[in-house]
Nanobody, 125 residues
Framework: QVRLVESGGGLVQAGGSLTLSCVAS????????MGWCRQAPGKEREFVAA????????NYSDSVKGRFTITRDNAENTVYLRLDRLNPEDTAVYYC??????????????????WGRGTQVAVSS
């Protein structure tokens, strides 16, 4: 079992940047693939990015590739999502997620086992 707590959301103008953080409780953080998904009002939750335990494999959705960067610090049990060149379509609740003990790194939101409560990101035009 792992507990995930996100922070770093907020209101930003189009073209701006934010960094989201997610701290995980529990042991063996490095054995989890970590990721971020988002859900906009009236839409399904969608995959954003995921990173393997040792950071050797990283997946991004096409909509954020080249603008968002996922990283992790296993010593701090923390995963980050840097959001650059934000646009209003990025407005959503961003959720941290974890997938346990697997060799595969998620590419969809349905592959994760644990979820945080989310942090709101709003981008004004």
């Amino acid at each position: 079992q792992v507990r995930l707590v996100e922070s770093g959301g907020g209101l930003v103008q189009a073209g701006g940047s934010l960094t989201l953080s997610c701290v995980a409780s529990g042991d063996n953080f490095r054995l989890y693939s970590m990721g971020w998904c988002r859900q906009a009002p009236g839409k399904e939750r969608e995959f954003v990015a995921a990173i393997s335990g040792g950071s050797s494999v990283i997946n991004y959705s096409d909509s954020v590739k080249g603008r968002f960067t996922i990283t992790r610090d296993n010593a701090e049990n923390t995963v980050y999502l840097r959001l650059d060149r934000l646009n209003p379509e990025d407005t959503a609740v961003y959720y941290c997620a974890a997938k346990s003990y697997t060799a595969s790194v998620p590419r969809t939101s349905k592959e994760f086992d644990y979820w945080g409560r989310g942090t709101q990101v709003a981008v004004s035009s």
